[in-house]
């Protein structure tokens, strides 16, 4: 088996979350929002990515947040970014 990379992670948010994930993901770590597929983009829930990596927020009814579970983000400007 060769190497592999993480090319997205999937995590859940409640309906109507999408402003706060964009100001969350956008405005504070400085990534881009993507275009969804045609074939789910009617659906609720945001798509953002980093270079390679993406980070897609799906919309849970109910929802619950995990208690454990997380994504750690490697980022260059740690002193920055507590700034924004």
Known sequence: M??????HVQL???KGGEDRARQFFVDILGMVELEKPETLGKR???WFASG?????????????????????????????????
């Not at 060769?2 to 090319?7: D, S």
């Not at 619950?64 to 994504?71: F, T, V, Y």
């Open 2 to 7: 060769g190497t592999f990379a993480l090319h």
């Open 12 to 14: 859940a948010m409640p």
């Open 44 to 46: 609720c829930g945001v």
């Open 52 to 84: 390679d990596t993406q980070v897609h927020m799906g919309v849970e009814v109910p929802f619950s947040p995990a208690l454990k579970a997380h994504p750690a983000f490697l980022v260059d400007d740690l002193a920055g970014l507590r700034c924004r």
